[in-house]
């Protein structure tokens, strides 16, 4: 089972930032990071991954700058900005916030005499 888009929609930014936290890093690299971690569940499209760059770094919170590979193409390289770590760490913070009441929400007991 897949992990359906609706459900991480709005948490894109975040994702790219945590993996950005602690290493510059380019956006095949990030998509397959992501890949891997969902366990192949999840992926992003190439317009939603180059979409939430260009407003992350309009916004401040990434930088990016072109590497200088001597083989193959060249990568457009993200970094995160001390803007970007405080918006990672907010948004966490009201992820896991969230994921309380969300928990509360649909817990319920399942008769299992049925």
């Given at each position: 089972?897949?992990?359906?888009?609706?459900?991480?929609?709005?948490?894109?930014?975040?994702?790219?930032?945590?993996?950005?936290?602690?290493?510059?890093?380019?956006?095949?690299?990030?998509n397959k990071s992501i890949q891997?971690?969902?366990?192949?569940?999840?992926?992003?499209?190439?317009?939603?991954?180059?979409?939430?760059?260009?407003?992350?770094?309009?916004?401040?919170?990434?930088?990016?700058?072109?590497?200088?590979?001597?083989?193959?193409?060249?990568?457009?390289?993200?970094?995160?900005?001390e803007q970007g770590k405080?918006?990672?760490?907010?948004?966490?913070?009201?992820?896991?916030?969230?994921?309380?009441?969300?928990?509360?929400?649909?817990?319920?007991?399942?008769?299992?005499?049925?």
């Amino acid at each position: 089972m897949s992990i359906t888009a609706d459900l991480i929609r709005g948490h894109t930014e975040t994702i790219i930032l945590a993996h950005l936290f602690n290493q510059e890093s380019y956006g095949y690299e990030i998509n397959k990071s992501i890949q891997e971690k969902s366990g192949g569940k999840y992926e992003l499209k190439e317009a939603t991954l180059y979409g939430a760059f260009r407003r992350l770094e309009e916004s401040g919170s990434i930088t990016s700058y072109w590497g200088d590979e001597t083989t193959g193409a060249r990568r457009r390289y993200y970094r995160i900005t001390e803007q970007g770590k405080r918006l990672f760490l907010d948004n966490r913070k009201e992820w896991k916030e969230a994921q309380v009441i969300i928990n509360k929400l649909i817990q319920m007991e399942v008769n299992n005499d049925e």
